[in-house]
């Protein structure tokens, strides 16, 4: 039996995955290992969210397994089967695969919602939509920005993954939809640090490029997020990401990763803009020696003289 993820968008590219509201009537207990509570969840189909589920007012059995001893469970927060309380009446959001029985289903991920509309639901239908659109399209990279710019939880976190890990999108692509839904101004500041962490991942920045436009076009935009988020400690993993992109190993030839480095932070400008300076200026006198590490590297790229970028 498999472990319950706490990742709704987890499971979207298995075979056969399908996603619903599931009331729960009854929790069957069944036979268990020592320390363990395993049974079967007999439920209603209250709405179906995606896929071929039985129709709403349905009964369907799905498995679950959890510590038994409630202070383990607590203890135990990978397994989200732990953490929910499987009381009769509440009401699950499930991602689901096949069993042996067109009533039986495997959760693979799953919460507790409040109500059958709960913004979870909707999220999660448009992650499960995102899903369908052809590669590379402009309806696509719409609904993927709408997405990470949007205020739904679910939807924003499957756009994300899809860009930096799932190869949704080309390289250039995750750069310009990144560095876009940066620019929001309802953005959170949460989620601005997380977008930026996806600018300075492997999906984005590739060292091998070097100098390019879409790694300059990306360190240029973890430049600007430092003066769009108010919190010292985000401007800080900020600086830190640009810092990660900066100082990567793009030459055995030390003159040419030289050159690079300048070319990339010369494509934020001649000099560091102000809230990135200020951030600079706090690392290189801050009590870690890495944190002074970054600031002198990124200083030393800047006293370098601009090159000529590649085209």
Known sequence: MHDLAYDLTLHLREPGACAGVFRIVERVPGPSLPGWDEGTLRCRVERV????????????????????????????????????????????????????????????????????????????????????????????????????????DVARHFALEAICRQGAVSRREACDLLVRALEADALADPDRVRFAGGLA???????????????????????????????????????????????????ENPGEATRVRAALVHAIGPVPPPPLADTLAKMAASNEASDRDRAAALAAAWQTPPPAANP
């Open 201 to 251: 991942s492997a999906a984005v920045f590739d060292p091998r490029e070097k100098d390019d436009p879409v790694n300059r076009a990306a360190v240029a935009g973890l430049a600007a997020t430092v003066g769009r988020v108010a919190d010292p400690a985000d401007r800080l993993t900020c600086v830190r990401y640009l810092a990660s992109c900066v100082r990567q190993d793009f030459s």
């Open 49 to 152: 969210v995606n896929g071929p589920l039985p129709a709403a007012g349905r009964m369907v059995s799905v498995g679950y397994s959890r510590k038994a001893e409630p202070l383990s469970r607590a203890k135990s927060s990978v397994n989200h089967w732990n953490l929910l309380d499987l009381a009769a009446g509440d009401l699950l959001l499930l991602v689901c695969t096949p069993g042996a029985d067109p009533t039986d289903w495997n959760a693979r991920s799953g919460n507790q919602v409040a109500a059958a509309d709960d913004p979870a639901v909707a999220g999660l239908a448009e992650s499960f939509r995102l899903r369908t659109l052809e590669k590379g399209s402009e309806p696509q990279q719409l609904a993927l920005l709408a997405a990470l710019r949007g205020a739904n």
